[in-house]
């Protein structure tokens, strides 16, 4: 139910982005975001837009293993098992929810700062269905309930978009979506999750 909510929203509001051109620019989004600058530098070259972004990404990602091995990790996982059981022992399970789902939101949003101010274009596509699509893509290829799984995922659903995206670019939508019912069907907890378990089996 969350997810399918999340996807509403975000079909809502692509909708507000487009129809309030005054502050969004409408269909054909801003152009000419200036580059960020940080304690007087000014990240104008590619090459160091990626090395923040990744800077950045290794902060988020040793900071979120540090939480999910503590206490705090532990209590994520109870409510993952049994969100009842985990309120009847005395745990406030929608403020703990809402810290998670704020954090992430968080990391996010500045994922996004960080993309726009790279590129210095923002479109309404950014906030479409499709792109939420792919980062569930990218969390089912790295396999769910692993946080290094889902930055593996990331950069191989990315390779695949750039290949077949170089080919023909209307083709990447078809793919995303049948790339979406394999891993629904055949790879529920990931291709990672798959392997080792053949591996184990054998």
Do not use: N
Request: aromatic share 12%.
């Amino acid at each position: 139910y969350f997810t399918i909510v999340t996807l509403a929203l975000t079909l809502i509001a692509s909708h507000i982005a487009v129809g309030w051109s005054s502050v969004t620019g409408g269909d054909s989004g801003l152009i000419g975001v200036p580059p960020l600058t940080l304690f007087g530098y000014t990240f104008y070259d590619p090459v160091s837009s990626f090395y923040l972004a990744l800077g950045v990404l290794a902060l988020c990602l040793f900071g979120s293993l540090r939480v999910m091995s503590g206490r705090y990790g532990l209590i994520l996982k109870a409510i993952q098992d049994d969100e009842t059981k985990a309120r009847t022992l005395g745990y406030k399970t929608q403020w703990v929810l809402l810290k998670t789902f704020v954090a992430s939101a968080a990391m996010a949003g500045l994922a996004g700062a960080l993309y726009v101010t790279g590129t210095g274009f923002v479109a309404p596509d950014l906030i479409a269905l499709l792109l939420s699509t792919e980062v569930i893509i990218w969390v089912a290829v790295g396999g769910s309930g692993t946080l290094v799984g889902a930055v593996i995922g990331t950069a191989i659903v990315w390779q695949l978009q750039v290949r077949i995206s170089s080919i023909s670019f209307a083709a990447w939508p078809i793919a995303i979506g049948v790339f979406f019912m394999l891993m629904v069907l055949v790879f529920p907890q990931g291709p990672a999750a798959w392997v080792l378990d053949r591996v184990r089996r054998l």
